[in-house]
């Protein structure tokens, strides 16, 4: 699986993007700081559609198409 971030031109990153590691049942993790940056949200391109990934005030993600 591959995705494309894009940056918000307004927000400057401030954190490097953290490799995948293994999470405790054998599946790969990456945090949401290491995918948002510091930014409220980004665009993840999948087979060719986009999609949004958003934090929430209280702390959730949103991915909407």
């Known amino acids: 699986m591959s ?8 927000l400057p990153t401030t954190a490097p993007v953290q490799e995948a590691r293994p999470a405790a ?9 290491a995918l948002l940056q510091g930014r409220k949200a980004v665009t993840i391109v999948h087979n060719g559609a986009f999609y949004q990934l958003q934090a929430t005030k209280l702390g959730k993600l949103i991915l909407t198409k």
């Not at 995705?3 to 307004?10: I, K």
């Not at 049942?25 to 700081?33: E, I, K, Q, V």
């Open 25 to 33: 049942d054998g599946r790969h993790a990456l945090d949401s700081t």
């Open 3 to 10: 995705a494309v971030l894009t940056a918000t031109p307004t």
